[in-house]
């Protein structure tokens, strides 16, 4: 009778102790499918004496199915050449943004997101009036927070997405304002790709 109580004890212990570790395992499973996204977007355009080039690089960490949380880089590039047969002044102008912000993607169902992105932007022009022979610069800063709602997919392989934000602290500053009386919508489309880390080996 007392082998059968220590039997019946030891096999027990067994169980749970198996059981504890298939937890574990899945527990490290889990962990290992939560994917780091390297990603972003590319602003290209121009016309009649301007261009614009622009990068958003993005670096996002999925937590979960519904929260994903990163960093974002805002890199963009302008000029400006007025055109002597439309303006009597003929000027050239151009404007460097550098900014830098953290985003929060919610996604309360599949495909859609809310996201908000607090942000500091510093903008750096330069001016000169060709037909004067004068010339200028600025540099101006100021903080914004972007928030809107976009549509997307998101997998193990990757992301896209595409977004329409705005400025909720509206500064007269701000390059999502400057030149206008109010704040701009915000429109951006971006990829993101995952970044394969090597897996750690575990010991038995």
Do not use: C
Request: hydrophobic content about 40%; overall charge positive.
């Amino acid at each position: 009778m007392f082998l059968r109580k220590i039997a019946l004890f030891l096999l027990v212990i067994l169980s749970i102790n198996a059981t504890a570790q298939t937890v574990i395992q899945t527990n490290k499973i889990v962990q290992e499918e939560k994917p780091v996204y390297l990603g972003g977007g590319i602003v290209l355009g121009g016309g009649s004496g301007s261009f614009q080039f622009g990068l958003n690089p993005e670096l996002i960490k999925s937590y979960n199915q519904y929260i994903d949380l990163g960093l974002a880089v805002n890199l963009y590039y302008s000029s400006y050449k007025s055109i002597a047969s439309i303006s009597s002044e003929n000027y050239k102008s151009n404007n460097t943004q550098i900014g830098f912000g953290t985003l929060v993607r919610a996604w309360p169902v599949e495909q859609f997101f809310i996201q908000i992105q607090p942000e500091y932007n510093w903008t750096f022009t330069n001016a000169k009036n060709l037909s004067q022979g004068t010339s200028g610069s600025s540099t101006v800063g100021a903080p914004s927070v972007l928030a809107g709602l976009g549509y997307g997919k998101r997998s193990e392989h990757g992301f896209s997405y595409f977004s329409i934000m705005f400025d909720l602290v509206n500064s007269a500053q701000s390059p999502y304002r400057m030149g206008q009386l109010s704040a701009q919508p915000i429109f951006r489309a971006g990829v993101g790709f995952p970044i394969r880390f090597p897996k750690k080996k575990h010991s038995k």
